[in-house]
């Protein structure tokens, strides 16, 4: 979300006058999505992934408790915000919606004022949780998915990738004597060069399933599923071409006068955990750097 975009909240009531008036009243600030029941609401809530849903409690499929139950239990709708409206005003229901995972329970009839408020506060919400979840997950120098965005994707195609059969590869990118150039550069100058790798990381690493993360320090890592070894070794060719053209000065470097990277890669190979590729890739790394840096090696 980059917070220009319209939220979008679905309202499921089975009551078209209810449905129609809550829809007026949330049109003109938001994206509004309607479902007349709960197999519906479910329907709408997998496809669309609203922000926020106002949800009804008396309905006469599924009831609004066990919709929210079987949102919760599928992973794409399991963080979507419910606020339940619900003609049922007892203490006891609205304590149950809560307890079950409702954001907020208003009781009908609702009052319009209070109504677009409690919208407006709990869709408030759910933009300071994106934004805390997208700074967990980004390094703030140079943009690129951190570790932990790098962990969670490596054992996502990890399992992907044992499951189906299809490639996995996994490259450590290193820059070459990025101690001597912040000795020699300065450390601001430092960070640009090392923003200048990753924005190359990023371009060469492209496309859907393709993942360049800053792993730590000047060491990226390029995650690359549905890539074989011949694609895996020419994405990190392309880079290395790409860095090459920006010419970055390095005076003090050993393998070349201009900034390089050395690089170590592998593909999965069948039986193999995440771990040992990742230590593949990495042992393959220390042995380009071995071997006078500014190389890729790749395990056979
Ligand atoms: N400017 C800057 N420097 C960093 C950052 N993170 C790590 N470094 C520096 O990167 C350098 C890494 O040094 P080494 O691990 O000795 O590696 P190297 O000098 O690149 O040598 P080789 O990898 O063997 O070619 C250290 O001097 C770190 O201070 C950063 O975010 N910004």
Not at 37 to 47: F, K, M, P, T, V
Not at 159 to 174: C, E, F, H, K, N
């Amino acid at each position: 979300m980059n917070g220009v975009e319209t939220q979008k909240v679905l309202i499921a009531d089975d009551d078209p006058i209810n449905r129609q008036v809550l829809a007026e009243l949330l049109k003109p600030e938001y994206t509004v999505l309607l479902a007349k029941n709960g197999e519906q609401a479910l329907e709408r809530a997998a496809r669309h992934t609203p922000d926020l849903i106002l949800l009804d409690v008396m309905m006469p499929d599924l009831d609004g408790f066990e919709v929210l139950r079987r949102l919760r239990a599928e992973p794409a709708t399991a963080g979507i915000a419910v606020i339940f409206i619900s003609g049922l005003d007892r203490p006891e229901d609205e304590a149950t919606g809560l307890k079950m995972g409702g954001a907020d329970y208003i009781a009908k009839p609702f009052n319009a004022t209070v109504v677009m408020a409690r919208v407006a506060l709990h869709l408030q919400v759910v933009r300071q949780q994106r934004l805390l979840e997208h700074l967990a997950h980004v390094d703030a120098l140079t943009g690129l998915a951190n570790r932990r965005r790098f962990d969670e994707a490596l054992a996502a195609e990890w399992q992907r990738a044992s499951a189906t059969g299809a490639p996995l590869s996994l490259a450590l990118v290193d820059v070459d004597s990025f101690k001597q150039y912040n000795d020699h550069y300065g450390h601001p100058a430092g960070d640009r060069a090392l923003r200048a790798v990753a924005r190359t990381a990023a371009t060469c690493a492209h496309r859907p399933g393709h993942l360049a993360a800053r792993y730590g320090g000047e060491e990226l890592v390029l995650l690359l599923a549905d890539t074989d070894a011949a694609g895996g070794q020419q994405l990190v060719q392309d880079l290395n071409s790409a860095l090459a053209a920006l010419a970055i000065p390095h005076a003090t470097a050993v393998a070349a006068p201009v900034l390089t990277v050395s690089a170590g890669g592998a593909t999965l190979a069948p039986g193999e955990t995440a771990s040992d590729l990742f230590a593949a890739a990495d042992a393959h790394l220390y042995r380009a750097k071995q071997a006078g840096r500014n190389r890729l090696l790749w395990r056979d």
